[in-house]
Structure formats: C-alpha cells, structure tokens
C-alpha cells in the first residue's frame, strides 16, 4: 500500500539489520508485550520478520508490515492490523517506530492509511491498545480521531488503554 510519503509492505528476511535496529531499541520495547524487552542478538529479528510474515493474510486485509520511507527506502518502522489475540473478533490497528522516525508524521500517515482501507473494506471497528504512560502512542490515537475506552487487563495479559474506531 502507498501513501504519499510510505509504502506498507511485508517485512523481509533482508530487512534483519533494520528490525533488530528497531526493537533493539528499549525506547521502542518497553511498550510492547506481557514483559517488555529489547532485541539483543541479530538472529532474534529473523524470527520476529519470520513471525510478523506468518501474521499476513495472502489477501493483504490483516497484517504485520514495514513502512519504508519511499525517498529513501528507509524502514521507519511497523504497522499492523490484526485480530487480537484472545479476543472475540476484535481487530487492533497498531505501530512501532523506530526513535530516528519519530516527530515526521510517519506512525500517523501510515496508522491512518490502514485506518481507512480497514473501514472502506468493511470492517465495523478497529480497537488500538497502549500500554498507560506511552505518550506518543495515545497522542496518535487522538490524532486518528479514535474513541478512549478506558483502561482493561482483557487482553495481553496486561493492563492497556483500549481506544476504538469506527
């Protein structure tokens, strides 16, 4: 998918240097996850590409993907929308961007592109959940126009601010 800045596209086993670079980062880690933590070895990027891959839908509706900075074909960081793990057919739209990305509008052009192909395709609603005290990550739920529900341990097996869309 493009947008004028991004194309969302799969992760790569030739992307290994740039997602360890990203969630090696503890800035990014410590937000996600039941118990945060950093990448500390190269190889642990293979599986998490491996297991961002096996996340996407071969009709492209629900995924793990890269977005790669068009100009420079530098990877900003990820998005995603995927249903939720232990959920009753609740759908999460969600991002990681790497530290060097932040503060350009990146997250948010692609989180909003996912946003509206999501809903022109159908989809009822969309959930985004954030770990209390991620700033950045409600300021873009905000930003999307997103609905705050509270706080739930419901899914993830942590504590997590539930927003909704649609």
Do not use: K
């Not at 995924?63 to 009753?88: F, K, M, N, S, Y």
């Not at 809903?119 to 009822?124: D, I, K, S, T």
């Not at 705050?148 to 909704?164: M, S």
């Amino acid at each position: 998918m493009l947008t004028d800045r991004l194309l969302l596209r799969p992760w790569e086993p030739a992307d290994r240097d740039r997602a360890f670079s990203l969630y090696s980062q503890w800035e990014v880690a410590r937000w996600l996850g039941r118990e945060p933590r950093a990448l500390t070895d190269p190889a642990e990027a293979e599986e998490l590409i491996a297991r961002f891959r096996s996340r996407c839908t071969p009709d492209g509706r629900y995924g793990v993907w890269a977005a790669e900075i068009r100009e420079t074909g530098v990877i900003a960081g990820t998005v995603l929308l995927i249903p939720i793990p232990d959920g009753d057919g609740e759908i999460e739209i969600g991002w990681h961007f790497h530290p060097d990305s932040w503060g350009h509008g990146y997250a948010t052009e692609a989180a909003a592109a996912v946003r509206d192909r999501a809903l022109a395709a159908g989809l009822p609603e969309l959930h985004a959940v954030v770990r209390p005290g991620n700033t950045r990550s409600l300021a873009l739920c905000h930003r999307l126009g997103m609905t705050p529900l509270g706080r739930t341990d419901r899914w993830y097996g942590t504590e997590l601010e539930v927003f909704r869309q649609g």
